[in-house]
């Protein structure tokens, strides 16, 4: 609890790009630090917005604004108003009358054009640094807000404040707060399916706060590594309970079954540790080596996912062995030192002198024995058509995950009614989307005539020649407007005009001696075009700068948000593929390691394959989109799916060992250690069917597809791995009998040449 206190919030670039990658260079230390700005607008809606009583309100606006820490400026009709009245009538003040001001603003469309789009809107930006911290965001958007409402605003007009950082704020809050009760409800969930599921054994609800310990000690050591809380690690937490979860069960599952064998304490728990300890930690490796292919992704938030994945399963673990096993073993000495327990005993006496099951209970536990074991019947005796159907289907779903869309756009990860996102929306509509390409151009001498001319130039081609490039903004337009329209031919000119403009414009377009920005407005390209569309345009621009180069000692560099969007989406869903595929080798290659057996490496892996391939299916006919959080269910799979596989081949040798046949000993695994499976699986799945209920359609998208793949994963494994290890091992043990008989004839032969 003292570690979980150390943990830090991040949602900035370097949750998405690693600090030593040149696209972060670009973005964060030459753009997001010196150029962008960040700006809360103020929306305002009424019959008509040109007229003096509403600009003395903005005008009151402006000045509370500008008055505030981390304020850069405010961009409203006012200032702009204040100048061309200057020019006209020398004076630095609002015009007196309504029709003044009307005249003014349609006689200068050029300037007036974007912050009053119509008769019935007006825009005020408050402009910000771009690399203001999250709570300075949430402190401006409250100080305009008051502002605002201190202004002096008609009563008749409509005042909205949105903005990006506003929807980003608000978004963040709105996860959060739903995270919280969306884990509660999943922690209800577990209690009423252990309830249902878990009941053959005493205290079935225990693998709960077993598990929870579990998360309490991975928030702990998450503050201590120092791994940093964001919107994809946000999301391993009800992995681990899905996950850790099942080894308590397994533990607790097993300990009971020896303590109605034995009878004795001490050996059950012995027998418990010497059976269960191994397969559940060579099933945690088999999970963590599957987790370990999220790091093969260039995301940091992805690599973090994958660190709190495998802290947490390992930290499940060790509650689960000790504080678990523990656990049972105290309360199992107080059931028996009970005064109430042994008036029932007297009355009832047990076989074992251990607590007897209800006769519900266990009967509803011998139902599900004889269910699995009739399915495992009918999987072995058709084996060949159900291990074919299976391949085919698991070819067809990596076939169809080829066609399953990306989803790019942020805004349709949050629920469509928020307000915040309404009321972004809303401004789009009205003054068009805010989407840009950022061109930095490193130069030898910002004043270089030279330059500004070809800024001038290549901004009219690229907004004349390309159709979703609306705007071109820069130093150059800042320049024209101060001689005449055009640029000056020497330095020493730009450099007189230079020290004219306000130092809140100038910052906005150039820093120091060396470096100039150049804006292309692409307005909603990242819901328009997406992420293809903007690589595109990227290539473009790219391709224009070849054949209409920059002068010599200039150096350009493509990037902003939209870029880094492009590449990080990329990253998180275009590796997906690869990222499984790793993880199945690592995985096959772990079980070898640890086996020496080729049938005990395969046997887990090939059922989590097919898996793998039928997930793909499901989300194309389903018509579920990749996000950054499903693009990662591969690994997931791999981790969940194959501890269910690991486990039940365990004990399927287990039972081998102690001489039955592979058809006894597989119907044998499944009647006994299948119901804990289902436990677990059912438990797993029900805690995730709570985020289903999630209003944010990326964490109801992840839930979904998580409790199909669990679905799946339990459907794989009892139905495919029986056939698929009693066909493999039935084969290997034919062909070791071979071998044997070989190699006796052969020293028979040896012997009777001897004699001879």
């Known amino acids: 609890m003292q570690g979980a206190q150390l ?63 981390g304020v850069i400026e405010t961009i409203s009709p006012v200032s702009l108003l204040k100048k061309v009245n200057y020019q006209m009538t020398g004076r630095y003040a609002l015009p007196e009358t309504d029709e003044e001001i009307k005249t003014i603003i349609d006689g200068n469309p050029a300037i007036f054009g974007q912050i009053i789009p119509d008769n019935t809107h007006m825009l005020i930006s408050v402009v910000m640094a771009g690399s203001a911290s999250d709570k300075t965001q949430q402190d401006l958007i409250t100080a305009t ?55 053959h054994v005493r205290w079935s609800l225990l693998p709960l706060p077993v598990v929870l310990l579990g998360i309490v000690y991975t928030f702990g050591a998450m503050g201590y590594v120092g791994i940093p809380m964001s919107m994809v690690s946000m999301a391993a937490f009800p992995v681990l309970i899905g996950v850790g979860i ?41 999970t963590a080596l599957g987790f370990f292919s999220l790091f093969t992704s260039s995301v940091p938030m992805i690599q973090d996912f994958g660190k709190l994945l495998m802290i947490g399963i390992l930290m499940c673990y060790l509650s689960s062995i000790f504080v678990g096993v523990v656990t049972i073993s105290l309360f199992d000495t107080y059931s028996d030192k009970n005064p109430l327990r042994k008036a029932v005993s007297k009355i009832k006496p047990t076989n074992s002198g251990k607590t007897n099951k ?53 805004q349709t990860f949050v629920p469509q009614d928020m307000p915040a996102l309404v009321d972004l929306k809303h401004m789009g509509d009205i003054m068009g989307g805010s989407d840009e390409l950022n061109l930095i151009i490193k130069v030898e001498d910002t004043a270089n005539p030279d330059v500004l001319k070809w800024i001038d130039r290549f901004s009219k081609h690229e907004v004349a020649s390309n159709g979703h490039i609306y705007s ?85 560099t493509i990037t902003g948000n939209s870029v880094v969007f492009i590449e990080v989406i990329t990253a998180l869903t275009s590796g997906r593929v690869a990222m499984t595929f790793f993880g199945l080798i690592l995985v096959l290659a772990g079980l070898f390691i640890v086996y020496r057996d080729w049938v005990k490496a395969l046997v887990p892996v090939i ?14 006919y ?53 119901s804990a499976i289902i436990a677990s699986g059912a438990t797993t799945v029900f805690g995730f069917m709570a985020l289903l209920a999630s209003p944010f359609p990326l964490i109801a998208d992840f839930g979904k597809v998580t409790v199909i793949d ?7 494994t009892f139905v495919v791995f029986p056939p698929l290890i009693v066909l493999l091992d039935t084969w290997r043990d034919k062909r070791k009998g071979l071998r044997t008989a070989e190699k006796e004839t052969e020293t028979k032969k040896q012997i009777q040449g001897a004699e001879i």
């Open 710 to 716: 669990i679905l799946l994963a339990l459907l794989a």
């Open 607 to 620: 059922p989590m394959l097919i898996v793998i391939g039928w997930s793909g299916g499901v989300m194309s």
């Open 145 to 199: 807000e008051e502002a605002v409402s201190f202004s002096g605003f008609p009563p008749s007009y409509n005042i909205i404040v949105t903005g990006d950082p506003a929807f980003q704020i608000s978004m963040n809050y709105e996860m959060n707060s739903s995270m919280g009760v969306l884990l509660g409800l999943s922690a209800i969930f577990m209690v009423i399916v252990l309830l249902l599921v878990f009941r």
């Open 246 to 286: 099942d080894y308590a069960i397994q533990f607790h599952n097993r300990l009971e079954e020896e303590l109605q064998d034995k009878g004795n304490k001490t050996k059950a728990v012995i027998e418990t540790i010497k059976h269960t300890g191994p397969a559940v930690l060579i099933a945690l490796t088999m």
């Open 358 to 410: 209800s006769e519900g209970e266990s009967e509803g536990s011998r139902k599900i024995e004889k269910i699995l074991q009739k399915v495992t019947d009918l999987t072995i005796k058709y084996d060949i058509v159900v291990l074919g159907v299976a391949c085919l289907l698991c070819f067809g779903g990596l076939y169809l995950d080829q066609s399953v869309p990306i989803q790019t756009d942020v």
């Open 472 to 556: 071109a903004t820069s130093i150059v337009p800042l320049v024209k407007e101060r001689n005449g329209g055009v640029i000056p031919d020497t330095s020493q000119e730009i450099k007189n005009i230079y020290s004219q403009i306000p130092e809140a414009q100038k910052d906005r377009y150039m820093y120091g001696k060396n470096m100039l920005l150049l804006n292309f407005n692409i307005g909603n390209a990242v819901s328009d075009i997406k992420v293809t569309g903007i690589k595109e345009l990227s290539n473009i621009v790219k391709q224009d700068m070849q054949w209409m180069p920059a002068p010599p000692g200039t150096a350009v």
């Open 7 to 69: 943990i830090e919030m991040k949602s900035g670039t370097e949750t998405f790009v690693g600090k030593d990658s040149p696209l972060y260079q670009d973005y964060d230390h030459l753009y997001k630090n010196i150029f962008q700005t960040q700006s809360i607008v103020v929306m305002v809606e009424a019959n008509n917005v040109k007229n003096a009583d509403l600009m003395k309100a903005v005008d009151r606006l402006d000045h509370q604004l500008q008055a505030t820490d």
């Open 622 to 674: 389903l018509n579920i989109s990749y996000t950054p959080m499903t693009a990662t269910l591969g690994a997931l799979i791999l981790g969940v799916g194959s501890e269910y596989a690991i486990l039940m081949m365990e004990r399927y040798f287990e039972e081998k060992e102690k001489g039955e046949s592979p058809l006894e000993a597989i119907r044998m695994t499944s009647s006994k250690i299948g």
